[in-house]
């Protein structure tokens, strides 16, 4: 049986966050985890969708931007979750806000983790370490629920 690369599907509009996270992983994982970049919660969409009708490999993951243009993180999220084979693909959110409201709503909608973006690239990088622990060494017949973590990794008070 041919394993499935893992990959992970970034909706992120800010160009800095991008170069972050890119060179975050890559100081981590070298190019062994590539990641995707999609500019807005309609790119993702209809990415997914794609892939959907073809058949095509799913992310392993997806790291969701909460404030994007034309379609934010939490309106993708609900539309990633109701549909039926999207559904089972972790979401990590990630969002300069930690109000308890906006957390409550994500794990409301089917977030599978919630971080508060690192204020440093040093923290970055044990992001993209948790995240990869979290959801990439894991089964993917794993449930969803299975393998949801609540990290409260960074606190910036």
């Known amino acids: 049986m041919k394993l499935q690369r893992k990959q992970i599907l970034v909706a992120e509009d800010d160009p800095d966050d ?7 992983f890559a100081e981590k994982f070298g190019d062994e985890i590539p990641l995707l970049f999609v ?27 909460i404030n994007m243009p034309r379609m934010n993180g939490l ?8 549909h039926s084979r999207m559904k089972t693909i972790p979401c990590a959110m990630l969002s300069t806000s930690n109000s308890p409201e906006m957390v409550n709503l994500a794990y409301q909608l089917g ?7 690192p204020a440093t690239f040093q923290q970055m990088v044990e992001l993209a370490g948790v995240i990869q622990h979290s959801w990439l060494s894991l089964p993917h017949n794993m449930t969803t629920a299975a393998r949801a973590v609540s990290l409260n990794f960074f606190n910036k008070e």
């Open 75 to 82: 309106q993708a999220l609900e539309r990633i979750k109701s």
């Open 39 to 65: 500019n807005d919660g309609v790119e993702l969409i209809d990415h997914l969708v794609k892939l959907s009708e073809t058949n095509g490999p799913l992310p392993s993951v997806i790291l969701l931007d």
């Open 111 to 117: 977030a599978s983790s919630y971080f508060q973006k």
């Open 18 to 24: 991008r170069l972050l996270l890119k060179e975050a």
